[in-house]
């Protein structure tokens, strides 16, 4: 595993772009062509900082496609899965399918599929279920909203949120969570690094609990929300985030270009 220069890390850094339901298979095609070479060019070293790009599902085939004939350094994912392995279910993605598209990870619970699709914490532990059937790294959603920060506290929700995602979870498991306020996504108004270190901790602390210290020491806890270059550095110096889950910022190809390559700013 790689030390990261200037941090404390010792998990390697995972920046992922959540394109959310934006770009179709043809320009995922170009974006991810054009990030790859400006990767390269800038001789990215992926020890350093692993990327992954979120597309919707309509354009997972493209990417992946390009990622193995070019054979990119990038990592793909998906933005959702069903809790189901297959059968009568109108609309739903298998997990299955997106191991077979060689996806490796999939977003769980992210708060808009919360809030506009009325997903439960059971939902949210059955597809993280149905997510480690199919060998998929489930990239778990928690954060809270801005009335759970006045009334509770910043930890409070997200650690109940992760306590239920991992409810029916044992054992060594290969995870990654994302730590996104509510309050923070889209809004241009990023949590500080404390405060994202802050909650990040309390996590990490859950994990232990949970998973075992083993697991715990090994996963990375993402900070997400309003993530751009200008600030990814002052993140990335706290020693319990481990990375970014990018929204708006990841359809912009220098600007994400830019985010992985964080350790750049990190001491400057
Ligand atoms: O929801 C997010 C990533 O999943 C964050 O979105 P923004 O980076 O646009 O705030």
Redesign the pocket.
Known sequence: MAVVAGTTHKRVPLIAG?WKMNLDHLQSIAFVQKLAWTLKDARHDFGTAEVAVFPPFTDLRSVQTLISADKLDLALGAQDLSAHDSGAYTGEISGAFLAALDCQYV?IG?S?RRTLHNETDEVVAAKVEAALRHNLVPVI?VGETAEDLEKHGASAVPVAQLRAALAGVTGAVDIVV?Y?PVW????GQAATPDQAEQVAAKLRETLVELLGEDVAAVTRVLY????KAANIASFMRESNVDGA?????SLDLDEFASISRFHKHVGT
């Open positions: 959540n977003i992210h808009e959603c994302a996104e923070a996504i889209g809004s997400g929300g309003s993530v889950l990018v929204g708006g910022a």
